[in-house]
């Protein structure tokens, strides 16, 4: 492979901006990759989204623009942000752009202690239908923010950098966790599951069921890192090394 044509694309999940992902992208710069890291428009926005549309396009957008420029692309989806970044993938795969005589196009798929979601699912429907015990729902359900994010996301973390990512976490728009998905990427793009040991959001076995359950047939290899549900924070360099792997750089 060569690292100078491929692009990682990184798409965080939910009350997350896409910055938390800094020291692995600095990393993976610092390897010879180009890192486009993507805010979704469903953290933060000044009006509640209903579906995941606008986060899909978002995404859609950075793989057209790496697509244009003929360069291979690494697709990452950390926990909700796999979801749509999976969705976002349709017709824009590698193999599929190649067969139409045109470069460029998402060769693989990472998913970070993420969602695999299979068509029809929503994430709050692939998961029996109630929303998780930390969740904090606004009374119109369009809102939901973490309750301890501390213990959830940040529990490998060190104090003061969990401090400062919990001053940085956003109103999340709800609607989007009930979107059913219309198209999963993993079921025609080579992909690569990053389980993380200490994950207080999404537990290991739970990890490890949707790999071998949802996606059982399909060609999703694995990595692990020990880490909780935020390794690019806690262990940035064993993340990147992961990420290398799965890219197939080496093994």
Request: net charge negative; glycine share 8%; charged share 20%.
């Amino acid at each position: 492979m060569s690292v100078q044509n491929t692009s990682i694309l990184y798409v965080p999940g939910a009350w997350h901006s896409a910055s938390t992902f800094s020291p692995v992208a600095t990393l993976l710069t610092q390897a010879g990759y180009e890192v486009d890291l993507i805010d979704l428009p469903s953290v933060g926005p000044a009006k509640h989204l209903p579906n995941f549309d606008a986060d899909v396009q978002e995404i859609r957008s950075h793989i057209h623009k790496a697509c244009d420029a003929g360069r291979e692309i690494v697709l990452i989806g950390h926990s909700y942000g796999s979801i749509p970044a999976s969705e976002a993938a349709k017709g824009l795969d590698l193999a599929t752009r190649q067969k139409e005589g045109k470069t460029g196009g998402v060769k693989h798929l990472i998913f970070c202690c993420a969602f695999i979601v299979d068509e029809g699912h929503s994430l709050i429907g692939a998961f029996g239908g109630n929303p998780l015990p930390w969740f904090r729902i606004s009374e119109d359900q369009m809102e939901v923010n973490p309750d301890t994010p501390e213990k959830i996301f940040y529990n490998d973390v060190e104090g003061k950098t969990t401090k400062e990512m919990i001053s940085q976490l956003k109103p999340q728009s709800y609607q989007v966790m009930h979107t059913a998905v219309t198209y999963a990427a993993w079921k025609h793009i080579p992909s690569t599951y990053i389980y993380t040991t200490q994950d207080a959001a999404i537990p290991l076995p739970i990890q490890q069921m949707m790999v071998e359950t949802v996606a059982k047939g399909y060609p999703v290899s694995t990595q692990t890192v020990d880490a909780g549900h935020s390794p690019f924070l806690s262990k940035p360099k064993e993340t990147a090394e992961a990420i290398r792997r799965a890219a197939g750089e080496y093994h």
